[in-house]
T-cell receptor, first 112, second 115 residues
Framework: QQQVKQSPQSLIVQKGGISIINCAYENTAFDYFPWYQQFPGKGPALLIA?????SEKKEGRFTISFNKSAKQFSLHIMDSQPGDSATYFCAASGTSGSRLTFGEGTQLTVNP | DAGVIQSPRHEVTEMGQEVTLRCKPISGHNSLFWYRQTMMRGLELLIY????????DSGMPEDRFSAKMPNASFSTLKIQPSEPRDSAVYFCASRLAGGPKDTQYFGPGTRLTVL
């Protein structure tokens, strides 16, 4: 019940395209869903996060869509750029930022 | 703000040796987390502290691993004796619970190689 399933494992997108990464969870007690971005040789960094009281959150080119009934959430990167090439992790926790359960990660490559 | 500081950044050691990884959380943060990242297992939480007290160490692989947080500004993760399967990147993260930016901030990691 603590797992967060993430797909795809890897994704290749052309510059200007839309990147979509999906996550699903089982634990209905989760109430905080962040996405982290990790560049090679660096630690993960918070990109954007959502709580289940809203179905969508947008920050610049990054949007989280949240479907509470399906227990799924996704990250959309609009107008993808080569600089977005990184590994993306979804995560979930029961209380704000405490004890995050991470997805397996998606390696995104944006070709110029 | 210097961010989370970890040392060393790289560690190469031989099987059986003791390894100590160090972490300095962001000043004022009251929660600290140790993670391990490998290709096979992804990002795993090993242990976390609230106000210097260990809250959940269920992710610690075995008795060879131990973690301490003697004060609010310092934590260590020790592996004794180390084994090749311990090779991974170890991250420390800190958080200010209930703060305006209540999220985990990760350090740059320590890449451990056990030969």
């Amino acid at each position: 019940q603590q797992q967060v399933k993430q797909s795809p494992q890897s994704l290749i997108v052309q510059k200007g395209g839309i990147s979509i990464i999906n996550c699903a969870y089982e634990n209905t007690a989760f109430d905080y869903f962040p996405w982290y971005q990790q560049f090679p040789g660096k630690g993960p960094a918070l990109l954007i996060a959502i709580r289940p009281d809203v179905s969508e959150k947008k920050e610049g080119r990054f949007t989280i869509s949240f479907n509470k009934s399906a227990k799924q959430f996704s990250l959309h990167i609009m107008d993808s750029q080569p600089g977005d090439s990184a590994t993306y992790f979804c995560a979930a926790s029961g209380t704000s930022g405490s004890r995050l359960t991470f997805g397996e990660g998606t390696q995104l490559t944006v070709n110029p | 703000d210097a961010g989370v500081i970890q040392s060393p950044r790289h560690e190469v050691t031989e099987m059986g040796q003791e390894v100590t990884l160090r972490c300095k959380p962001i000043s004022g943060h009251n929660s600290l987390f140790w993670y391990r990242q490998t290709m096979m297992r992804g990002l795993e939480l090993l242990i976390y502290f609230n106000n210097n007290v260990p809250i959940d160490d269920s992710g610690m692989p075995e008795d060879r691993f131990s973690a301490k947080m003697p004060n609010a500004s310092f934590s260590t993760l020790k592996i004794q004796p180390s084994e090749p399967r311990d090779s991974a990147v170890y991250f420390c993260a800190s958080r200010l619970a209930g703060g305006p930016k209540d999220t985990q901030y990760f350090g740059p990691g320590t890449r451990l190689t056990v030969l």
